[in-house]
């Protein structure tokens, strides 16, 4: 690819929609510094009413541009046309620069048809009208903003990402058409915008799970320079951190798809994946003493709700911190609850964080819906016990051969309980090396004996 900016002809109009915008402000500016055009052209539905739209003006007119601001909704084939009707002749339309775009995020199930038609109205219905009314006047360049969720997915991005990836086709066909059109799908701009002003902790973090990082603007204006010199119609311009999502992928089903070949999950953490899938976590629950098992399942919680807002520690959640304090909303809860279901193989509602607001009184139910406090948890629980007492009978020195004796005696008599031996009669050998029949003892000589062997007699 040649460097320089490519030829936009600097005596022609260029044609900025979303021009008010963070991102149309921005390559407003790039045109007139860097491609050297003089006559500019931004429209938005605010238009000259947007916030900040009078200093850009004022701004851009000081670097030497003639700037028309326009009000107008680009999805509305009659007021895109009046606004193209209004370009000098003498400028005539050299270069379009389609910026403008809405968000309507959410949950696949909160998602409506209205929303999607919102979304999809300025991106592809207006591409194809400017594609329409401007095909015939030579452009020099004619660019789809469109976003990398499109091709990597993010979720709760659904009409979004369908929306963009619609722009991407659209390019192939204008540029198939004789049109020098490029989509460029952009990561994420660091420069805080309309769209992406509003993102939280969970979303920016959901967007490093796809393997982007926040791109500086210098960075972001060299790949559009980039793509206007291109000969491809779709490209991804993204600064990526692959192996930042390494690190943070548990699986490789927790990568993009299209990344997969290039982010491999290392073999230990795939293999501990898969051990913990094996033994099921009720059981390793249930072999827990039950004092620890609420505490061991809030630290489950804390844990996962860590990794769903980006944060290396479960300590960055307190256990008795509403989720909502900690920067959890709709998606990040319904992301909480899928980490959840699998660590615990537990179907659970999607309304989990909103009945249960903190990991403490989330873990309660989860104990709950595991059910680990029938028989099997009790069976589970006195097998922890056993193996604690194998380790102490073990010390058990082999010169006291009346505690040895006593001990056996104990464990015999449990295990007749049981019904796992006969009956036994227990004998105790004393320290003397007598012996005494515990069954037929009576209690003074039992309470002899104890005090024989206690010195106490
Ligand atoms: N910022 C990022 O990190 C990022 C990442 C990937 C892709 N993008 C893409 O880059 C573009 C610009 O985004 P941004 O971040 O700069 O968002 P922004 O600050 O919200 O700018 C969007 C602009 O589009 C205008 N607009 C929306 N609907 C319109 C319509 N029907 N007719 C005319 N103008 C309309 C808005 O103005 P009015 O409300 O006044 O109409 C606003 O000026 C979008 O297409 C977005 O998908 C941005």
Same mark, same amino acid.
């Not at 990597?152 to 722009?167: D, F, H, K, R």
């Not at 990082?213 to 779709?234: C, I, K, V, Y």
């Not at 922890?384 to 464990?411: I, K, N, W, Y």
């Given at each position: 690819?040649?460097?320089?900016?490519?030829?936009?002809?600097?005596?022609? $109009?260029?044609?900025?929609?979303?021009? %008010?915008?963070?991102?149309?402000?921005?390559?407003?500016?790039?045109?007139?510094?860097?491609?050297?055009?003089?006559?500019?052209?931004?429209?938005?539905?605010?238009?000259?009413?947007?916030?900040?739209?009078?200093?850009?003006?004022?701004?851009?007119?000081?670097?030497?541009?003639?700037? $028309?601001?326009?009000?107008?909704?680009?999805?509305?084939?009659?007021?895109?046309?009046?606004?193209?009707?209004?370009?000098?002749?003498?400028?005539?339309?050299?270069?379009?620069?389609?910026?403008?775009?809405?968000?309507?995020?959410?949950?696949?199930?909160?998602?409506?048809?209205?929303?999607?038609?919102?979304?999809?109205?300025?991106?592809?219905?207006?591409?194809?009208?400017?594609?329409?009314?401007?095909?015939?006047?030579?452009?020099?360049? =004619?660019?789809?903003?469109?976003?990398?969720?499109?091709?990597?997915?993010?979720?709760?991005?659904?009409?979004?990402?369908?929306?963009? /990836?619609?722009?991407?086709?659209?390019?192939?066909? =204008?540029?198939?058409?004789? /049109?020098?059109?490029?989509?460029?799908?952009?990561?994420?701009?660091?420069?805080?915008?309309?769209?992406?002003?509003?993102?939280g902790t969970a979303d920016?973090?959901?967007?490093?799970?796809?393997?982007?990082?926040?791109?500086?603007?210098?960075?972001?204006? %060299?790949?559009?320079?980039?793509?206007?010199?291109?000969?491809?119609?779709?490209? #991804?311009?993204?600064?990526?951190?692959?192996?930042?999502?390494?690190?943070?992928?548990?699986?490789?089903?927790?990568?993009?798809?299209?990344?997969?070949?290039?982010?491999?999950?290392?073999?230990?953490?795939?293999?501990?994946?898969?051990?913990?899938?094996?033994?099921?976590?009720?059981?390793?629950?249930?072999?827990?003493?039950?004092?620890?098992?609420?505490?061991?399942?809030?630290?489950? #919680?804390?844990?996962?709700a860590?990794?769903v807002l980006?944060?290396?520690?479960?300590?960055?959640i307190?256990?008795?911190a509403a989720f909502k304090d900690a920067g959890f909303d709709s998606l990040a809860a319904v992301e909480l609850r899928?980490?959840?279901?699998?660590?615990?193989?537990?179907?659970?509602?999607?309304?989990l964080i909103f009945?249960?607001p903190t990991?403490?009184?989330?873990?309660?139910?989860?104990?709950?819906?595991?059910?680990?406090?029938?028989?099997?948890?009790?069976?589970?629980?006195?097998?922890?016990?056993?193996?604690?007492?194998?380790?102490?009978?073990?010390?058990?020195?082999?010169?006291?051969?009346?505690?040895?004796?006593? #001990?056996?005696?104990?464990?015999?008599?449990?295990?007749?309980?049981?019904?796992?031996?006969?009956?036994? %009669?227990?004998?105790?050998? %004393?320290? /003397?090396?007598?012996?005494?029949?515990?069954?037929?003892?009576?209690?003074?000589?039992? =309470?002899?004996?104890?005090?024989?062997?206690?010195?106490?007699?």
């Amino acid at each position: 690819m040649p460097d320089g900016p490519a030829p936009l002809g600097a005596d022609g $109009t260029a044609l900025v929609t979303g021009g %008010t915008g963070t991102l149309g402000a921005l390559v407003a500016r790039h045109l007139v510094t860097e491609h050297g055009l003089r006559h500019l052209l931004l429209v938005s539905r605010r238009g000259p009413a947007a916030p900040g739209a009078d200093a850009l003006v004022e701004e851009l007119t000081g670097l030497g541009a003639r700037v $028309t601001l326009a009000a107008a909704d680009v999805a509305d084939p009659d007021q895109l046309a009046a606004v193209l009707d209004r370009i000098d002749p003498e400028h005539p339309l050299t270069a379009v620069i389609h910026t403008a775009g809405v968000i309507r995020d959410g949950v696949i199930t909160a998602q409506t048809p209205e929303h999607l038609a919102t979304v999809l109205a300025p991106k592809t219905d207006a591409a194809h009208t400017l594609h329409e009314l401007t095909k015939h006047q030579n452009l020099s360049a =004619f660019v789809l903003f469109s976003s990398a969720a499109g091709t990597l997915g993010n979720p709760g991005q659904a009409n979004y990402a369908a929306a963009n /990836t619609a722009l991407d086709a659209l390019a192939h066909r =204008f540029r198939a058409e004789g /049109t020098p059109a490029v989509s460029l799908a952009w990561g994420l701009w660091e420069e805080a915008s309309g769209m992406t002003g509003e993102l939280g902790t969970a979303d920016l973090e959901r967007g490093r799970r796809t393997g982007i990082a926040p791109m500086p603007t210098a960075l972001a204006l %060299t790949l559009l320079d980039a793509g206007l010199r291109s000969d491809e119609a779709a490209l #991804v311009t993204a600064r990526m951190d692959l192996a930042g999502l390494r690190g943070r992928a548990g699986s490789d089903s927790e990568v993009p798809a299209v990344l997969r070949a290039l982010v491999r999950i290392p073999r230990k953490a795939a293999r501990a994946a898969a051990a913990t899938a094996e033994e099921s976590f009720a059981d390793r629950l249930a072999a827990l003493a039950p004092a620890e098992r609420l505490g061991s399942v809030v630290e489950l #919680v804390r844990t996962q709700a860590a990794a769903v807002l980006g944060h290396g520690t479960a300590r960055a959640i307190g256990a008795e911190a509403a989720f909502k304090d900690a920067g959890f909303d709709s998606l990040a809860a319904v992301e909480l609850r899928n980490r959840l279901a699998t660590a615990t193989g537990v179907r659970l509602p999607a309304t989990l964080i909103f009945d249960h607001p903190t990991p403490t009184e989330l873990a309660e139910r989860l104990v709950e819906e595991l059910g680990i406090t029938g028989e099997a948890a009790t069976s589970q629980a006195a097998t922890v016990e056993l193996d604690s007492l194998e380790q102490a009978l073990a010390t058990l020195s082999t010169a006291d051969e009346s505690a040895r004796a006593l #001990v056996g005696a104990r464990l015999l008599d449990l295990a007749a309980r049981l019904g796992a031996a006969p009956a036994a %009669t227990a004998t105790l050998v %004393t320290g /003397t090396g007598g012996s005494l029949d515990l069954d037929a003892a009576t209690d003074e000589e039992i =309470f002899q004996l104890m005090d024989g062997e206690l010195g106490l007699s």
